[in-house]
């Protein structure tokens, strides 16, 4: 799963295990037949995750203006904590699937996640909406590096070397040391290193926690620090900034226009709705051919960027996005190609 997608699904509530094998009737060629389509369908939920997932990347980047992100984050966990309450753990096997032993863990992770969310619209707020985009796509790469330092895995060579090829291609986007450099565009990289630490203790938690439990608690955390931080600096009595990103991060909040309600109650709508496809995009189709539809991302994100935004990327720019996606590209099909050796 791309790390964007990943990132959303992580506190979504639609993403939940799938279902234990079941029995299947009727004929050999039927069942081939009908798992042939199934297996077709996965790049096309894929293909809507991700297009849901960029409209709500747009959305936020919209709101960065007039609104507080912790006011956003709130009511988007809202939506997502009742769908959790109301539907997924009910058809989970009740509200007992919500306990876990381990509240320490869920905290750490939930850490991560709210830090890499919360990072990645800072981000939005003052950078154009590809360059967001294309500069979180390192994650992959800092993936690589800590399942080396902390799972004790073993990268060849090819993989290196694309991790090497991609950070290339982030340094031309980010340009340090030039006047075209930002410092809203370490944002994005904050975020893919807080991601990063989701993956890690997902793996180390994936065999004794179930996903219900663990979306639970990223929705909870998510609630909570988001209603603290809203009674803290919700009075907007830091709101005197002229950066874009912390403007976004110390507004006031504020009850919505009639015109913006919509858009701030789609923010959870989307990334409920992109969950739920993105989770029967890997339950299923393969992931190899699911996971390369994911770079949609960045011509979608380009392609608002000029649309809505104003925004067209520079050659530069879009040099360094093309080494980060055929990186990211070539990961994958080193990994797929190792998963059918094996």
């Known amino acids: 799963m791309r790390p964007l997608a990943r990132l959303r699904a992580q506190h979504n509530p639609f993403v939940v295990p799938s279902h234990p094998r079941q029995a299947h009737h009727g004929s050999l060629g039927a069942r081939m037949t009908s798992r042939l389509a199934l297996?077709?369908?996965?790049?096309?939920?894929?293909?809507?995750?991700?297009?849901?997932?960029?409209?709500?990347?747009?959305?936020?980047k919209t709101l960065s203006g007039d609104?507080?992100?912790?006011?956003?984050?709130?009511?988007?966990?809202?939506?997502?904590?009742?769908?959790i309450l109301l539907i997924i753990a009910p058809l989970s096997g009740g509200w007992h699937v919500l306990r876990t032993a381990r509240p320490g863990q869920h905290l750490l992770r939930a850490s991560f996640v709210f830090f890499a969310n919360i990072t990645f619209f800072l981000g939005l707020a003052s950078l154009p909406l590809a360059d967001c985009v294309?500069?979180?796509?390192?994650?992959?790469?800092?993936?690589?590096?800590?399942?080396?330092l902390f799972l004790g895995e073993t990268v060849g060579r090819h993989r290196w070397a694309a991790v090497a090829f991609g950070f290339v291609g982030v340094l031309i986007i980010l340009r340090p040391g030039t006047d075209a450099f930002q410092?809203?565009?370490?944002?994005?990289?904050a975020a893919a290193f807080g991601y990063a630490g989701l993956h890690i203790m997902t793996r180390r938690m994936r065999h004794t926690d179930n996903a219900v439990a663990?979306?639970?608690?990223?929705?909870?955390?998510?609630?909570?620090?988001?209603?603290?931080?809203?009674?803290?600096i919700g009075g907007g009595q830091f709101a005197a900034q002229t950066d874009p990103a912390l403007a976004f991060l110390f507004r006031g909040w504020s009850w919505p226009t009639q015109a913006d309600l919509p858009l701030v109650l789609v923010?959870?709508?989307?990334?409920?709705?992109?969950?739920?496809?993105?989770?029967?995009?890997?339950?299923?189709?393969?992931?190899?051919?699911?996971?390369?539809?994911?770079y949609l991302a960045?011509?979608?994100?380009?392609?608002w960027g000029i649309l809505i935004f104003g925004q067209w990327p520079d050659a530069l720019a879009l040099t360094g996005m093309a080494m980060?996606?055929?990186?990211?590209?070539?990961?994958?099909?080193?990994d797929n190609r190792a998963a059918t050796v094996s």
Do not use: K
């Open 183 to 189: 410092i809203a565009a370490l944002f994005p990289i």
């Open 134 to 148: 294309a500069l979180f796509f390192v994650s992959p790469f800092l993936i690589t590096i800590f399942s080396v």
């Open 67 to 83: 609104y507080a992100l912790h006011q956003l984050v709130l009511i988007s966990s809202i939506v997502g904590m009742s769908i």
């Open 324 to 334: 980060i996606v055929t990186s990211g590209l070539y990961t994958v099909w080193r």
């Open 267 to 294: 923010v959870g709508v989307f990334a409920s709705v992109g969950g739920w496809c993105i989770s029967q995009a890997y339950r299923l189709g393969e992931a190899a051919l699911v996971a390369p539809v994911e």
């Open 39 to 60: 297996t077709a369908l996965g790049p096309v939920f894929c293909a809507m995750a991700v297009t849901l997932f960029s409209l709500n990347d747009v959305v936020m």
């Open 214 to 232: 663990m979306v639970f608690s990223i929705q909870l955390f998510f609630m909570v620090t988001s209603l603290l931080i809203g009674l803290i």
């Open 298 to 303: 960045l011509p979608l994100s380009i392609l």
